[in-house]
């Protein structure tokens, strides 16, 4: 059974720094690309960055890229997503998501994703 669970949220103020674990169990991870998504109060999920399954190649949104960082540890299966100067607009409940097949025009897509965490709440004050 596959199972995400994410850590790390929380409050920090304007141009602080969080970092937002995700620790995968019932997977091959290796063979899974991996993301994270965000939820603000009232909005729908948006993308905000992935790994893909082979080579590590990552992608962005554009409102974080330079800012924000992903990683992935296959050793611990975790994938990690470091995030600073933080925005207030950056509140928003944090997903982490899975995807076994998947090609790269769908790393961005909610769609794309079969399974997800319960989410982590990170809460940027201004």
């Known amino acids: 059974q596959v199972q995400l669970v994410e850590s790390g949220g929380g409050l920090v103020q304007a141009g602080g720094s969080l970092t937002l674990s995700c620790a995968a169990s019932?997977?091959?991870?290796?063979?899974?690309?991996m993301a994270w998504f965000r939820q603000a109060p009232g909005k729908e999920r948006e993308f905000v960055a992935a790994?893909?399954?082979?080579?590590?190649?990552?992608l962005y949104a554009d409102s974080v890229k330079g800012r924000f960082t992903i990683s992935r540890d296959s050793a611990k299966m975790t994938v990690t997503l470091q995030m600073n100067s933080l925005k207030p607009e950056a509140t928003a409940i944090y997903y982490c998501?899975?995807?076994?097949?998947?090609?790269?025009?769908?790393?961005?897509?909610?769609?794309?994703?079969?399974?997800w965490g319960l989410g982590t709440q990170v809460t940027v004050s201004s």
């Open positions: 019932g997977v091959t991870f290796t063979r899974y690309a």
């Open positions: 998501a899975a995807a076994g097949t998947i090609i790269m025009a769908q790393l961005r897509s909610t769609s794309g994703y079969s399974y």
């Open positions: 790994t893909s399954q082979r080579h590590g190649t990552t």
